[in-house]
């Protein structure tokens, strides 16, 4: 057998040998024979595993401890025995094939394994980054164990906006036999089905018009997505001559709408999640599809993807601890010196968003538990968070649980910001309409609508109509001046911040919190995960945000760069070393060992001309600030983030 037919990542991923390909070739003919058995014998083992229910527990110490074969049933015998005969007879590369159907991807082992899962919902959802990875960790809820921590998402936007496209997106790398996604229901129906799935999604529900899309549906929608529901009715199976008892957990619910109103018993229960629609998004969409119009792999027959064969490995039956809880308990020293609770405890609400926000930081534990500390107690096993988790919650939920807390919808909200940017433009107007001075300072509504794009005068007065009862803008009009309505911001309106702290200071917190002793007795000793910001790099130590270009800062206060700076994809393993006064190395992937000035400024741009000589570095932003200290007259690159490289002067 051909050691390129050979997935030696498999290999060492189910038994102890260690071979690569180049020492698979080296070995001798009967060698390689020999330990070609031996790999056969380990794959048909792993599929007899899947193929028969197990027969193991777990001891006392965590470990697993296999009972003896009279514990398998005469039946998972005759299986386990016809399953080997039949296995004996197939080729390697076939039961690799099995195998890897069975077993989690490789990458669940990553520190980036949500970035990589990022990548791969990209490829059927353009744009809309945060809240595609939102809506995908809002799914992976409904596969925690206890049903209070399962989550349920709205997503609100224009029609045609990508509201449906998102759903099916996250629904396509979970098990099929899990979800639901309906276009129409009935209540009694979903009561009665809703046990049988772990996710339950519909295309529409438009509460607040007249016969809109399934708004009979909102009261089952509120009992499902808190607390489950519990009914007995007339059985339709016995010609309703007995009464039936259904019964259904918590679920995990999606749902689009288009109606800009808002529901405050339907949405304490639902993470607001907008899907926008720009003539960027529809060129990027519509380029996309012709793109696969002409593409023979897009007709080709869908495999399971590598996140659902992942994610059916996964254990569901593990509980998750949060051992850092107690630091939010108190206040918070902010970066602007105040202190201040994590949370807004004025409103009811809060005790809501608040396990929320902790269950999608077990969302992400539990997607991660590969890679997290572990105990067996009496018999349950336990995964503990890490900081990383929290942060990673915070960082990309943030956004949407202030969007969520002050009940606006994001269009809304649009118009009270560009009223907020338009104050004092339209002043030389307001002036020739025939208003005072007085008015100076205010926002004519006409000229609100051209700015938006908004062409209807029904819907620019609902969404300002929608500002006032939130006591954020106020309205000013003379019957002598027709086309002359008046605008403004309020100085006193709703609280619109849930999360008030700053995600530099939550982060310096957790990062103290992560003492010797802590790591030994909760972690283990193993190697904590280091906090990888999807859309912002952060650097405690400067105690400074620098958001990318794909999302805008969630303090107003810092600046968001325009552009990043230089992309690469598809990196080599290959490496470049440069050694500096003897005692110090740098190195960069994908350069030849001895880069040219022009492959240098290929590779990095004209920016690398600058330099008499340059060091390579990946890893943070401080270290590689005090490595340009260092270098007088020379130049630092590093990479703060997978796939993202800068360079330091």
């Given amino acids: 057998m051909k050691a390129e037919n050979i997935d030696f990542e498999l290999w060492r991923r189910i038994s102890s040998i260690k071979f690569s390909k180049e020492s698979f070739e080296e070995l001798s003919e009967k060698d390689k024979e020999f330990y070609l058995g031996e790999y056969k014998h380990v794959l048909i083992e792993k599929l007899i595993e899947k193929l028969v229910p197990p027969a193991w527990s777990i001891d006392e110490k965590g470990g697993i401890k296999i009972k003896q074969k009279l514990y398998l049933s005469e039946d998972d015998k005759e299986k386990a025995n016809k399953s080997r005969e039949n296995l004996q007879e197939k080729e390697i590369e076939e039961l690799q094939e099995l195998v890897r159907d069975l ?335 007085k008015y100076f300072g205010w926002v004519l509504r006409h000229k609100l609508a051209e700015e938006l794009g908004i062409q209807s005068v029904d819907t620019i007065k609902k969404r300002i109509n929608q500002l006032k009862d939130y006591q954020m803008v106020e309205g000013h009009y003379q019957q002598e001046i027709p086309r002359g309505y008046l605008i403004r911001g309020c100085e006193q309106g709703t609280n619109r911040v849930s999360l008030p702290i700053s995600l530099v200071a939550i982060s310096t917190l957790l990062i103290a919190y992560l003492t010797p002793k802590i790591i030994k007795e909760i972690y283990k000793d193993k190697k904590i995960s280091s906090f990888q910001p999807f859309f912002q790099d952060l650097s405690v130590s400067s105690e400074k945000l620098t958001p990318s270009k794909l999302t805008p800062s969630i303090s107003p206060d810092i600046h968001t760069p325009k552009e990043p700076k230089i992309m690469l994809e598809n990196v080599s393993d290959e490496t470049y070393t440069h050694e500096l006064e003897g005692d110090v190395s740098f190195s960069a992937s994908s350069l030849s060992n001895s880069p040219s000035s022009e492959e240098l400024v290929e590779f990095f741009g004209e920016s690398s001309k600058e330099f008499s000589e340059i060091a390579f570095f990946v890893g943070d932003e401080t270290k590689a600030e005090e490595l340009v200290k260092k270098m007088k007259g020379s130049g630092v690159i590093y990479e703060p983030r997978q796939g993202v490289y800068e360079v330091l002067k």
């Avoid at 945060?130 to 998402?153: G, H, Q, T, Y």
């Fill in 103 to 437: 077993t989690f991807d490789s990458r669940f082992l990553k520190e980036n394994l949500l970035q990589e899962i990022h990548k791969e919902l990209d490829k059927d959802h353009k744009l809309d980054h945060k809240e595609k990875i939102a809506l995908f960790l809002i799914r992976v809820s409904a596969e925690l164990k206890e049903p209070s921590d399962r989550c349920s998402s709205a997503l609100k936007g224009d029609s045609s906006a990508g509201k449906d496209n998102a759903i099916k997106t996250i629904l396509k790398h979970f098990p099929e036999k899990d979800n639901f996604f309906l276009t129409r229901g009935t209540q009694s129906a979903l009561e009665e089905e809703a046990s049988k799935v772990k996710c339950i999604a519909f295309s529409e529900i438009n509460k607040h018009r007249e016969n809109g899309a399934n708004n009979e549906l909102t009261e089952v929608f509120k009992q499902l997505a808190e607390g489950g529901v519990d009914v007995i009715k007339k059985d339709a199976t016995t010609g309703y001559r007995t009464t039936a008892r259904f019964k259904s957990e918590q679920k995990t619910l999606f749902y689009g709408t288009t109606e800009t109103e808002s529901d405050e018993e339907l949405e304490t229960r639902y993470v607001i999640i907008p899907i926008r629609s720009n003539s960027t998004k529809n060129k990027i969409v519509v380029d996309d599809y012709l793109r696969k119009l002409r593409n023979p792999e897009n007709y080709s027959k869908k495999k399971i993807s590598w996140i659902t064969k992942s994610i059916m490995q996964l254990d569901n039956d593990i509980q998750i601890i949060i051992p850092f809880t107690e630091l939010f308990e108190n206040k918070i020293k902010d970066t602007d010196g105040k202190e201040k609770y994590l949370f807004d405890y004025t409103k009811e609400r809060i005790k809501r968003d608040a396990k929320r926000l902790f269950s999608l930081t077990k969302a992400i534990t539990w997607l991660y538990q590969k890679q997290r500390a572990n105990e067996v107690i009496n018999g349950q096993k336990f995964i503990y968070a890490e900081p990383s988790d929290f942060l990673t919650a915070l960082e990309i939920f943030a956004e949407f649980f202030n969007l969520t807390y002050t009940g606006l919808d994001h269009r809304t909200q649009r118009t009270f910001e560009k009223i907020e940017e338009l104050r004092g433009k339209h002043d030389a107007e307001i002036l020739k309409m025939g208003y005072d001075s």
